[in-house]
């Protein structure tokens, strides 16, 4: 569990969790401070960006497989919630591109998440394997209170929801970069690597 890569891996999922467990906490939050006001109108609104995750991110998962670049997926869709959360916070009085862009972010961390168990499982074996991806989960899931926490937070300090999306666009493209350093500098100096690694 102290190893550096799966603490590395841990660090990065627990950046995506946080998208993730965002958009779903707060959703229908920022489509309602775009000027929606009726219950209705923001939950067909806030299933948009979960239709068009569903078809995509089936995709996106297809075209890794195919190509065997898992790793580039996922950083390439935290890149892009990355940039959805951005543009949400930009255009957050215009409704359409607010949704464009939520749906982007959706659709980011939403296909980044199953691709990326493709990395620890590719990497640890036999007993590390257990603790290690164990850990990663655990570590990973503590997002699921600290990031509604934090953006609840934020949105009672500054009485928008705005500085908790651009905290989830900031987690995103933390967890984006952290994973293309790690493609690009750890991943090659661990292939020779024997100890619990494939």
């Known amino acids: 569990m102290l190893n550096g890569t799966v603490l590395l891996l ?3 999922y627990f950046l995506l969790l946080a998208g993730l467990y965002g958009v779903s906490f707060w959703l229908p939050t920022v ?3 775009a000027g929606m006001s009726d219950t209705m109108t923001i939950g067909w609104i806030s299933a948009i960006p979960y239709c068009t995750a569903a078809v995509i991110m089936n995709l996106v ?3 890794a497989d195919r190509t065997r670049t898992w790793g580039v997926h ?3 869709s935290a890149l ?3 940039a959805g959360f951005f543009i949400s916070v930009l255009y957050a009085q215009q409704i359409i591109l607010s949704i464009i862009a939520l749906t982007a972010a959706s659709v980011g961390i939403l296909s980044a998440l199953p ?3 493709n990395l620890p499982t590719a990497r640890l074996t036999g007993v590390a394997a257990a603790a290690g991806i164990g850990f990663i989960n655990a570590a990973g899931n503590l997002a699921g209170f600290i990031s509604p926490f934090m953006i609840g937070r934020l949105t009672d300090l500054t009485h928008s929801a705005g500085a908790g999306v651009v905290l989830l666009g900031a987690a995103a493209v933390i967890a984006a970069a952290l994973l293309f350093a790690y493609l690009l500098w750890l991943e ?5 690597e024997s100890s619990g690694f494939a």
């Open 80 to 82: 892009l919630a990355g």
């Open 188 to 192: 090659p100096r661990q292939s020779g």
């Open 31 to 33: 489509v309602k401070a």
């Open 115 to 117: 691709l990326f168990w």
């Open 61 to 63: 998962a297809r075209n």
């Open 10 to 12: 841990a660090a990065i």
């Open 74 to 76: 996922v950083g390439l």
